[in-house]
């Protein structure tokens, strides 16, 4: 394997590792072509389609661009406007503690509940979308946000009901920017029917425009797994293992999980747009629900899933924490913030969520490439984790530097803070992409199972 990944004990080809095809010292030649398979022969050096698309004309790697686009965008615009309930308090915090007459930490607990009905939502969620598809979902969550949203502004001053709600949702960091002058100029109300409006204008949309984008692929499609035996059967790879019996250690899931529909010889008809309406189109998998349903607790004892999760989850429950502290510090004396003003704090946020994702494509890119160049050609997933270097400088930076300004703001003001702020999210953000890089890359069963990295 080589710049100190350990060989695995025993032998066969570990999954994830890949051979770089544009690797200069490692062309293709007329002999890695074959015909068996498909390739992206726009550019000079023909790519490997994986996965590889069937003939069937249902499969939703044949449809034409402009119709993936459209998906992507609604589902895009969608999940913008979901993002936005999680943080949707954030800046009323202390308002609607004074509204409600409740406690600060009654009124955190609206946002607890709410990522409490998220983590549940999520198992039942993947689960149910491993078996019968996404579609469905797509259209029972639009109608959740929907009613929830309506729901929420509509609780007036009941907080049983307003919490139940917020339960019944389950972040985006510029929503409170938002929400903070929409509670100043028409209330707080509005910040839920705002949601359900723009919810309400989008769901035609996914009813019409968003068909199911599950599809059952024979069993022996190829994976990058797959792939690397497949070009390497005639040439030796140095640090490449070989094996005489699992030629295909990641075709597993494939013949465990879904149904086999390749019987037929002749691939079926076109689904017309009437039947593409339908919220389901057939089972997508053989494996019993509940046994998904139950598939992501054992995980958690997977020591990567578990270092994953601490990973993601360390730095998401303190951006959380700070959210919901942050109209506490500044409402309040010495500064006197109003709505408006709390909410704009959380621009420092928002602005290191988007730069934190710049940051990681840039560095995720650069750094695996740069490994790959070290490693002769070949890609290792542990390449990945090297991005959580710029997480350890960002997060602990930020939450240090939160801790200590926040705790004087009138000495240090609103700028440091914030500033602050914005780093603990990007740090959350690298962290995030390399954990979930890494696991999708390093071990599909865990990726492939209803686990809490799937997001519909």
């Known amino acids: 394997m080589g710049l100190g990944v350990l060989e695995p004990n025993s032998a066969g080809h570990v999954p994830g590792t890949s051979f770089v095809l544009d690797d200069s010292s490692r062309a293709l030649t007329p002999s890695d072509h074959d015909t068996t ?6 550019g000079a050096v023909p790519i490997i389609l994986v996965p ?24 895009s615009a969608l999940s913008v ?50 078996i019968w598809g996404k579609r469905h979902l797509y259209l029972l969550g639009t109608i959740l946000i929907i009613v929830s949203s309506a729901w929420g502004g509509a609780a007036g001053k009941n907080y049983a009901s307003l919490l139940w709600a917020r339960a019944l949702f389950g972040g985006a960091f510029f929503t409170p920017v938002i929400v903070g ?6 209330g707080w109300e509005w910040s839920f029917y705002l949601i359900a409006i723009f919810a309400g204008a989008l769901l035609p949309l996914v009813v019409l425009f968003v068909p ?33 019996g699992n030629s295909n250690p990641s075709s597993f899931e494939e013949k ?47 020591p990567a899933v578990l270092w994953a999760c601490l990973i993601q989850g360390t730095l998401i429950g303190w951006t959380v924490m700070i959210g919901v502290v942050l109209a506490a510090i500044f409402l309040g004396p010495p ?73 004087h703001v009138g000495r240090y003001g609103w700028f440091l803070p914030d500033f602050f702020f914005a780093c603990e999210v990007g740090g959350m953000v690298l962290g995030a992409v390399a954990s979930a890089l890494y696991i999708v890359d390093a071990h599909r069963m ?10 519909w």
């Open 37 to 42: 398979l498909k390739y992206d022969r726009r």
């Open 52 to 75: 590889q698309p069937s003939d069937d004309p249902n499969d939703p790697l044949n449809w034409p661009l402009w119709k993936r686009d459209v998906i992507l965008f609604i589902l």
């Open 81 to 130: 406007i979901a993002s936005t309930l999680s943080p949707l308090l954030a800046a009323n915090t202390v308002t609607l503690s004074l509204y409600f007459g409740r406690d600060f930490t009654q009124m955190a607990l609206l946002t607890g509940y709410h990522l409490c009905g998220v983590g549940v939502a999520g198992l039942i969620f993947v689960a149910s979308a491993r």
């Open 181 to 186: 002058k929409i509670t100043h100029t028409i």
């Open 212 to 244: 199911e984008t599950a599809f059952v692929r024979p069993g022996d499609q190829i994976s990058s797994d797959t792939l690397f035996h497949h070009l390497n059967e005639d040439r030796e790879l140095p640090n490449a293992n070989h094996s005489n």
């Open 256 to 302: 465990e999980d879904h149904p086999d529909h390749s019987i037929g010889r002749h691939p079926p008809p076109k689904a017309t747009f009437l039947q593409s309406l339908l919220p389901f189109n057939g089972r997508k998998s053989d494996v019993n629900f509940f046994k998904l349903l139950l598939r992501p607790f054992p995980l958690f004892f997977h």
């Open 335 to 407: 500064l006197w913030f109003n709505e408006v003003e709390t909410g704009y704090m959380y621009t420092g946020p928002f602005v290191g969520a988007i730069l934190g994702f710049i940051l990681s494509g840039l560095l995720a890119d650069w750094s695996t490439k740069f490994m790959i160049r070290r490693n002769k050609g070949v890609y290792e997933p542990e390449f990945r984790i090297v991005l959580v270097l710029a997480q350890l400088v960002f997060g602990c930076a930020g939450l240090y530097g939160f801790g200590i300004t926040a705790a």
């Open 446 to 455: 865990c990726s492939l199972s209803p686990s809490l990295f799937d997001l």
